[in-house]
């Protein structure tokens, strides 16, 4: 079963760029559809984005477009999202979750615990 | 982009109520609906996915249905670790949108 374990909260000044990862165990890693998922406090849920390593195919949503890139390691089964020039709007927790990709189970079914980001001057 | 709203954006209920919870496509996206359960500082939770089939490890008092472009999360005799907020989302085209949140609280 895939487990899925991100890096630690992080405090960023506005302008600066943070990365943050979310490694994999379990199963094979080239297989998963990887996506991003954030929430500011007392919000909801908001896709970031998509990694799936085996078709080398990476999507983001359009207001992020241009300032979050994501990638993924095979070799240490990790992937990361890096934002740049952050805004204090940026400050949310970030989720990376498995999302599958055969019929009927095409839903975040793996979650990791979640990365604070927060972006203060 | 497909737009899913959520009704109510939060109700109260007490132990042991049925609850109904309600989420509404933009378009069409057939049965490419998911439900989530999410706890104060914790990840989200899968329940339910494609509208009507529950997650390995899910009580059966939750339940998924859908009517066209309508679909309904049905609790049928609430219990206190039920209390949380509930997300939609569609998993029909990308991107993928979430519904803002139901939130169940205690009466």
């Known amino acids: 079963q895939v487990q899925l374990v991100q890096s630690g909260a992080e405090v960023k000044k506005p302008g600066s760029s943070v990365k943050v990862s979310c490694k994999a165990s379990g199963g094979t890693f080239s297989n998963q559809a990887i996506s991003w998922v954030r929430q500011a406090p007392g919000q909801g849920l908001e896709w970031v984005g998509e990694n799936i390593p085996i078709l080398g195919t990476t999507k983001y949503a359009q207001k992020l477009q241009g300032r979050v890139t994501i990638i993924a390691d095979e070799s240490t089964s990790t992937a990361y999202m890096e934002l740049v020039s952050l805004r204090s709007e940026d400050t949310a927790v970030y989720y990376c979750?498995?999302?599958?990709?055969?019929?009927?189970?095409?839903?975040?079914?793996?979650w990791g615990q979640g990365t604070m980001v927060t972006v203060s001057s | 982009d497909i737009q899913m709203t959520q009704s109510p954006s939060s109700l109260s209920a007490s132990v042991g109520d049925r609850v109904t919870l309600t989420c509404r496509a933009s378009q069409t996206i057939n049965s490419y609906l998911n439900w989530y359960q999410q706890k104060p500082g914790k990840a989200p939770n899968l329940l339910i996915y494609?509208?009507?089939s529950l997650q390995s490890g899910v009580p059966s008092r939750f339940s998924g249905s859908e009517s066209g472009t309508d679909f309904t999360l049905t609790i049928t005799s609430l219990q206190p670790e039920d209390f949380a907020t509930y997300y939609c989302?569609?998993?029909?085209?990308?991107?993928?949108?979430f519904g803002q949140g139901t939130k169940v609280e205690i009466k």
């Open positions: 979750a498995r999302r599958g990709s055969t019929w009927p189970l095409e839903a975040f079914d793996i």
């Open positions: 494609a509208a009507s």
């Open positions: 989302q569609q998993s029909y085209s990308n991107p993928w949108t």
